[in-house]
Each structure stands twice: as C-alpha cells, then as structure tokens.
T-cell receptor
Framework: GAVVSQHPSWVICKSGTSVKIECRSL??????MFWYRQFPKQSLMLMAT?????????EQGVEKDKFLINHASLTLSTLTVTSAHPEDSSFYIC?????????????FGPGTRLTVL | RKEVEQDPGPFNVPEGATVAFNCTYS??????FFWYRQDCRKEPKLLMS???SGNEDGRFTAQLNRASQYISLLIRDSKLSDSATYLC??????????FGTGTRLTVIP
C-alpha cells in the first residue's frame, strides 16, 4: 500500500527555535498533502492543505507566518514551525491522497512529536 | 456545535464481547464517512469506509443513518488486538475531513 513518511519522528527543542518537518510520499505522487496537529486526548485538527507548486491553504486560526509550508515537489511537503514555543508542543501528522480524487482514503505519515522546552 | 461527536468512552470490554460505537455529525451535506483506528502514539489508519447500505468486513460492521446523521461501528468477538482508539471521520467536501475525538477501546483478557 501507499506509504507516507515523516522526518523526524520526534524532536525536542528550545523555545524560539525553528523546526522543519518533512513529509514524503514514497511510492506515489501527491499533488495535495495535508498537515494535522493533535494535542493529547484531542482529535486531529487540520492545519493546512499543501498544494504542489502553489501556496498552502490554511485553516482558520492557524498562523501562516508561523507555520510555513512548502510543497516543492510531488513527493515532498515541509512544515516549518518558526520560533516554536511550548504551546506548539504537539503531534504533527501529514497525510496524502492518491489520485484520482475519487479514491477517498488518506494515508497518514507516522507523525512527528514536537516538544518545545 | 462540533462537526463530529463521538461516544466519550473509554470502553473496557472482555475478550469475545460485542461493542458498538456511535458518532453523530452536524453537516447534512456530508459526503463520505470513515472509521479510522489509531494506536497509541501512532498515525491513524483507515479501518473501513461507511456506505449508505451498511457494510461489513469480518468482525466489523459499519452503518450510516443519514436521516439521523450518525454512523456506527460494531465489533463482534473482540480481540485483544482490537484495543485502540477509533476515530469517526466525516468528509464534507473534496478535501475537508473532520475527525472525532476518538473512542478508546480496551479489550481485557
């Protein structure tokens, strides 16, 4: 089946540091990838939709200048948490959908656990 | 009102038991419905889609009630390996997925 990888799987950083998370589709091309965030005991919340070759679409309440998304190729999207603070500590998960769009399953990456001290 | 609401759980059931989860959604225009399974500190994985006529996959049965705007998941003959969090996921458009908070299931030996 389709595989989505994320790197790193976990990161611990100091407050004020910027952290980049990579999301790769390993055996398929993904024109659209999605970035979610999950706080403990809460549901996944969509942060943004990453479109290859164009600007990402951010959900309401998500700061685009703080969470920079770059989708430079059909197999790679990156999320950069700029000047991370403790409240940004969360589980960040990306997902991708196989084309054509009529196939509904989204494949999720293994997630990146970010801890900001 | 939340887009998706699930049974609060947790559910602790003995092996072999039958357990059912419900999930209600608020958007009557919702188009697609899914149950995902998420193990602790892991990513969600698709368990099954939910079709209008209801569908079954082994010990798992999913049903959709559009009139009452809810979906359900029934697990028969529970196994220890079924222990996980079950997420109800509703799609309202091409890329708009809404996740429930999940229901935690623990199957006890």
């Amino acid at each position: 089946g389709a595989v989505v990888s994320q790197h790193p799987s976990w990161v611990i950083c100091k407050s004020g540091t910027s952290v980049k998370i990579e999301c790769r589709s390993l055996d398929f091309q993904a024109t659209t990838m999605f970035w979610y965030r999950q706080f403990p005991k809460q549901s996944l919340m969509l942060m943004a939709t990453s479109n290859e070759g164009s600007k990402a679409t951010y959900e309401q309440g998500v700061e685009k200048d703080k969470f920079l998304i770059n989708h430079a190729s059909l197999t790679l999207s990156t999320l950069t948490v700029t000047s991370a603070h403790p409240e940004d500590s969360s589980f960040y998960i990306c997902s991708a959908r196989i084309r054509p769009i009529s196939y509904n399953e989204q494949f999720f990456g293994p997630g990146t656990r970010l801890t900001v001290l | 009102r939340k887009e998706v609401e699930q049974d609060p759980g947790p559910f602790n059931v003995p092996e072999g038991a039958t357990v059912a989860f419900n999930c209600t959604y608020s958007n009557s225009a919702s188009q697609s419905f899914f149950w995902y399974r998420q193990d602790c500190r892991k990513e969600p994985k698709l368990l099954m889609s939910v079709y209008s006529s209801g569908n079954e996959d082994g010990r798992f049965t999913a049903q959709l009630n559009r009139a009452s705007q809810y979906i359900s998941l029934l697990i028969r003959d529970s196994k220890l390996s079924d222990s996980a969090t079950y997420l109800c996921v509703i799609e309202t458009g091409a890329n708009n997925l809404f996740f429930g908070t999940g229901t935690r299931l623990t199957v006890i030996p």
